[in-house]
């Protein structure tokens, strides 16, 4: 009888240890854009600038992307727009005023723009775009209840960047002229 108390209690001891790791795990920056940097490999893997997003709401993840302009032949399809789309898709609503985009790399204009318009609660992103961000050419762009947090994982994702345009360079270079 004790055996089975000890087994049940060890069996009820630890799905609690894993639902609190879990929960713990869900409730960080970190761990969602880890998810973002997994759809960024995914757009490296297809030949794609490698940048990735997730949209999360209620800490549960309800949209992933990844950059397929090439794939597409879509210039607007950068992965925040392609997120934007398949989130409110999901939550059956055109504004995500409850939900985290987290993104690999600064958005550009007009990605900030289309967060404008859905007004996003929050836009968490990794790496700076000097060139293209959006920061370099109006703060204002996002929606002024926008909460912005940056330089998250912003390490991971410049190394998926520069993989990206070694490879580049490497074909171009091997290119007949
Ligand atoms: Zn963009």
């Known amino acids: 009888m004790n055996i089975l108390f000890a087994m049940v209690f060890f069996h009820l001891y630890s799905s609690f240890l894993f639902y609190t790791m879990k929960k713990d795990k869900i409730l960080d920056d970190t ?12 757009a490296l893997q297809t030949g794609e600038i490698p940048i990735g997003a997730v949209i999360t709401c209620n800490n549960t993840i309800v949209a992933r992307s990844f950059n397929q302009v090439e794939t ?5 399809a950068h992965a925040e727009i392609l997120a934007i789309t398949a989130a409110t898709h999901h939550l059956g609503g055109k504004f ?37 961000g959006y920061l370099r050419y109006h703060p204002e762009i ?8 940056r330089g998250i994982l912003e390490n991971e994702a410049i190394n998926l ?13 091997n290119q007949p002229e």
């Open 72 to 76: 597409l032949h879509d210039p607007t």
């Open 96 to 132: 995500l005023d409850r939900c985290t985009l987290y993104v690999t790399v600064e958005p550009c204009p007009m990605c900030a723009g289309a967060l404008f318009w859905a007004r996003i609660g929050c836009v968490v992103f990794g790496a700076r775009d000097e060139k293209r």
């Open 31 to 42: 761990y969602f854009m880890k998810q973002a940097l997994e759809e960024a490999q995914k």
């Open 161 to 173: 960047l520069d993989s990206f345009f070694k490879t580049k360079r490497k074909h171009d270079n």
């Open 142 to 149: 996002m929606h002024p209840r926008t909460k912005i947090k």
